[in-house]
C-alpha cells in the first residue's frame, strides 16, 4: 500500500517540474537557439551539451511535436517571463460580480428613474444586476404589482440588458436577474 502512494506521489512530483536538461528523455529533439535560429534535430545528449557550453539551460518548450521542441535559454528568466505572463492575463480579467438594486413595489417615478440608471451602470461595467422588491406585511397580497414593476424594468434595460431570470417570489422578495448583453 505505502509503494503505490509513493509512486503517485513521485509521478505528481514529476509531472510539476519543468522538462529541463537531464529530465528530457526524448532520444531525438529540434533545438531552438537562444535568438530564435534553429540548430536542428540531434540528440538530447548533444543539445544538453551544447546548451552547457553557452551556460545555459535546455528547456522543453513542446512535446506534442514530433520530434519535440526545446529552446536553449536560461531558465530563471523563462520561468520569470512566464509568471509576469500569467500576473498580466489575470490583472486583465474582469471577474462579473452580482450587484443589486432594491425598491418596493409603491416606488416613485424619481425614485425608479434613479434604480433603471444604477442598474445600466452596473451592466454596463460587465456586472450582473439582482433586482429586489422587497414586500412588508401585508403587501405580498400585491406581488402582481411587483412583477409588473420588475417586467417594466427587464423592458426599459432592454437595450443593455437581457433577461436572466424571469421575477420570481422568494419569500418576503420578488427577484430577477439581468446579464448584460454580449
Do not use: W
Not at 116 to 130: C, M, S, T
Amino acid at each position: 500500500m505505502t509503494v503505490q502512494v509513493a509512486v503517485a506521489l513521485t509521478k505528481k512530483t514529476q509531472q510539476e517540474q519543468p522538462m529541463i536538461n537531464e529530465r528530457i528523455h526524448f532520444p531525438r529533439v529540434r533545438v531552438v537557439d537562444t535568438d530564435g535560429s534553429q540548430l536542428g534535430i540531434m540528440s538530447s545528449q548533444e543539445a544538453i551539451a551544447i546548451a552547457r557550453e553557452k551556460e545555459l539551460d535546455l528547456v522543453l518548450v513542446s512535446d506534442k511535436a514530433d520530434p519535440p521542441v526545446c529552446k536553449i535559454i536560461d531558465y530563471g528568466k523563462f520561468r520569470f517571463e512566464q509568471e509576469k505572463k500569467a500576473r498580466e492575463a489575470r490583472k486583465k480579467q474582469h471577474t462579473s460580480d452580482v450587484k443589486e438594486v432594491k425598491m418596493r413595489y409603491k416606488i416613485e417615478e424619481h425614485d425608479y428613474n434613479v434604480c433603471i440608471n444604477r442598474a445600466e451602470r452596473f451592466l454596463k461595467a460587465g456586472d450582473k444586476v439582482k433586482a429586489t422588491v422587497t414586500f412588508r406585511g401585508r403587501e405580498i397580497q400585491h406581488s402582481h404589482l411587483a412583477e409588473e414593476l420588475l417586467n417594466r424594468m427587464a423592458n426599459d434595460l432592454q437595450a443593455v440588458a437581457e433577461v436572466q431570470q424571469a421575477p420570481k417570489q422568494e419569500g418576503r422578495n420578488m427577484i430577477m436577474f439581468l446579464a448584460p448583453k454580449r
